[in-house]
């Protein structure tokens, strides 16, 4: 089994996340991508939105996409979510699989900011994902040239800090979020502090 593996804070997924993980899936033959929603992600600060609330929303993205699943293993874990930790205890739960990491190339440009960023190729092959605009930056020190591939997929400039500027300002978020998650998000009122655009 060729599993990707594609973690984030989701806050919220939106339509690129979708259509990246697709595009690795496809090109790179996995049998499934398992989105991970970063519990207490090291990385972010301020007001993220519950752990609960972003899941609801990631499993209302992937009903429609049957070769993705929903994967809550960080869930009851205390502290940071760390990458590595991830990583070791899927390796213990799916023994005979073979993981993909799928990353943004500006993610691997902070790797010296990671939590044991040298065991990763160790555990899983990298593919990081091209961004535009970005340059393909050097390997990071100790990692395995042979699990880190770099990989050019269909250029989609939508972030997540983009979706909730707009989402406080009452403008409309229609064709950048899967209907199911826009919907949620307007029933529950979340990152909005105007009325919401149609």
């Not at 992937?62 to 070769?67: A, C, G, T």
């Not at 874990?77 to 799928?102: A, H, M, N, Q, W």
């Not at 307007?186 to 919401?196: G, M, V």
């Amino acid at each position: 089994m060729k599993t990707g593996i594609f973690g984030g804070a989701f806050n919220p997924i939106h339509l690129a996340h979708l259509l990246v993980a697709d595009d690795v899936r496809r090109r790179l033959k996995l049998n499934r991508v398992l989105f991970i929603p970063t519990s207490h992600p090291p990385h972010k600060s301020g007001n993220l939105t519950p752990y609960k609330r972003r899941v609801a929303m990631v499993k209302l993205a992937l009903k429609e996409w049957p070769k993705f699943g929903l994967c809550t293993i960080e869930e009851k874990r205390k502290g940071p979510s760390y990458t590595v930790d991830t990583l070791i205890e899927l390796k213990s739960l799916y023994k005979y699989d073979s993981f993909y990491l799928i990353i943004g190339i500006d993610q691997y440009q902070e790797m010296s900011s990671w939590h044991q960023p040298g065991k990763l190729t160790r555990l899983a092959r990298l593919v990081v994902m091209d961004r535009p605009g970005n340059a393909r930056p050097s390997l990071f020190p100790g990692h395995d040239p042979k699990h880190v591939q770099f990989l050019s997929v269909i250029p989609i400039d939508i972030s997540s800090r983009i979706i909730r500027k707009r989402l406080a300002k009452g403008k409309s978020v229609r064709y950048i979020l899967p209907v199911t998650v826009l919907e949620y998000i307007k029933k529950h009122r979340l990152y909005r502090k105007k009325a919401q655009e149609v």
